[in-house]
């Protein structure tokens, strides 16, 4: 096996993703573009996306750790418009996309049509709730965003499982169809209650963060994997499973917490820029097998279906937003109120990705009789230029849209008052038990060092509270912005030093990586307290 392109992808990707980071453009859109170019670049090797590869290897961990950092408090009490959108909507858009592919290609059979609904309906929110972080959006329509691309993905194959038995010739019903849906759903959901529990008891029992976080990348898989096994939504599994341990990730022991945060977020990093390089590498294969339907032809009728697709959502959002309020004093209630801006940010924000290409790839070549799928190559086709197509157009839109419409965005200010708040708070707590602890004679300490414990819990409480003073008039900083950096300053001192000492062999290297280590945490809290970590 020749890994030297696959780690050609990964170190070019990565590489484009960093570089986004420094531009206007999301990193998403640029990685599409970079492939897109680079599929005809002389020299390149093929990169065929294999959903035997993106499914069970790629999808577990990417829905892990958005659900892992997903607030499940907030899903739950987002949990109406979530389900909409990622059980209502997708199963809505498999609907439409479907009939009305089928009304605008000749000879493309229904059956064909509704897989092609199906494969285009769930949309991927890594970009559009990228989008919505760095600008600002209103937590709640993020938090809805986020949710549905948890859930849809379960959605999502199983329609599309239901309308390929339907079109290979198993003879799918419509009562087989919601028996389909109600395993994957109630399936995938039992084997994450299932598991969520005993995984989290493992969590808390191994005294290694490297044993821990070494479980904690298995989890996703063996979810998934087992779900997958008994017939059940692997997604769904993964995502209960992720909610739960992410919700209880405090009783894990920080040195856990430290590395998988680390962790975790090198592998998101690594994995979606892969996967969204890996859709515009996918020109060349779906080019190649339009066989008896010209580009011309087949443009056409893909605009048809991006136009359907977009439309679509705007059908499904405005009125799940707006009528069940009409309808139901509770829902208005419990629910903030809304104005016609948040359901056009939602409906906008509909960018398809890698999922819809793997389960398009998916498509057998092949009914039981034989004879040859129908409109297959179309439907990869459809597929391709409808992901690109909502990347690009709703991808670069979205942003002028987001500020064009001026929602109210979070108040920094406000945050960080309540930020120090909570620290207030919980620094009196902390102090009031110390003091209980001293009183103790067991816990006898020498009057700097129980100092020492005091003045770390007065600063803690302090530092929040400094953001929100006046800054230094020379170099613009608050009092904790430049304590920070000073703090910094002083550990690279040491870290020289220790360093120094190990060259000209006054200790050894296991000595200084023990003192290394206990600078290297120091200065993550820093990083940490200065909200760059």
Request: charged share 20%; proline share 6%.
């Amino acid at each position: 096996m020749d890994v030297l392109p696959l780690v050609a992808l990964v170190a070019g990707s990565a590489a484009i993703a960093g570089a986004a980071r420094r531009t206007s453009v999301p990193a998403p859109l640029l990685l599409v573009a970079a492939g897109l170019i680079a599929a005809y670049v002389p020299g390149i090797p093929d990169y065929t996306l294999d959903p035997h590869v993106v499914l069970p290897l790629i999808l577990p961990p990417l829905l892990y750790t958005s659900a892992v950092d997903a607030s499940y408090l907030d899903l739950r009490a987002n949990a109406r418009p979530v389900a909409l959108l990622s059980v209502g909507y997708v199963l809505f858009a498999t609907l439409a996309v479907g009939y009305l592919a089928y009304l605008l290609v000749p000879d493309l059979p229904l059956t064909a049509a509704l897989v092609l609904g199906a494969v285009v309906a769930p949309p991927d929110a890594v970009a559009a709730t990228a989008i919505a972080r760095r600008l600002g959006l209103p937590h709640r329509i993020t938090t809805i965003l986020q949710g549905e691309s948890l859930v849809n993905d379960a959605t999502a194959i199983t329609a599309y499982k239901v309308a390929l038995a339907a079109a290979v010739g198993e003879g799918a019903s419509w009562g087989a169809g919601v028996r389909e849906f109600l395993l994957a759903a109630v399936g995938g959901v039992v084997v994450g209650l299932v598991l969520m529990v005993p995984l989290h008891w493992l969590r808390t029992r191994l005294d290694k963060a490297l044993l821990q976080n070494t479980l904690s990348l298995l989890i996703p898989f063996v979810a998934y994997a087992l779900a997958e096994q008994f017939g059940a939504s692997g997604v769904l599994a993964v995502v209960v499973v992720a909610l739960y341990l992410g919700h209880h990730n405090t009783q894990v022991d920080f040195a856990t917490r430290l590395q998988e945060h680390a962790v975790w977020k090198m592998v998101a990093f690594v994995l979606e820029s892969a996967v969204f390089a890996l859709i515009g590498l996918q020109l060349p294969f779906v080019l190649r097998g339009l066989g008896e339907y010209g580009v011309g032809e087949a443009l056409l009728y893909a605009v048809g279906v991006f136009v359907v697709v977009v439309v679509a959502r705007f059908v499904w959002v405005f009125p799940s937003t707006f009528v069940p309020r009409m309808l139901s004093e509770r829902i208005r209630s419990r629910e903030p109120d809304t104005n016609w801006k948040a359901p056009l940010i939602v409906g906008w924000a509909g960018m398809r990705g890698v999922v819809s290409l793997a389960i398009a790839f998916s498509i057998p070549l092949a009914t039981h009789d034989g004879s040859p799928f129908p409109g297959r190559n179309l439907v990869l086709f459809l597929t391709f230029t409808t992901v690109i197509g909502t990347l690009v157009v709703q991808g670069l839109t979205l942003p002028p849209l987001i500020r064009l419409l001026r929602l109210p965005r979070r108040d920094p200010r406000t945050e960080t008052l309540a930020e120090a708040q909570a620290q207030s708070e919980a620094s009196r707590a902390a102090e009031r038990r110390l003091d209980e602890l001293l009183a103790d004679e067991r816990n006898t300490l020498p009057g700097p060092l129980a100092d020492r414990l005091r003045s770390v819990l007065e600063r803690r409480r302090n530092s929040v509270w400094e953001r929100l003073g006046g800054v230094n008039e020379t170099t613009g900083e608050s009092a904790d912005a430049t304590y920070t950096r000073l703090s910094r300053e002083v550990i690279e001192t040491e870290r020289s030093v220790f360093v120094d000492l190990r060259d000209r062999r006054r200790i050894d290297d296991e000595m200084m990586r023990t003192l290394l280590r206990r600078l290297d945490l120091e200065e993550a809290a820093a990083y940490r307290e200065d909200g760059d970590g």
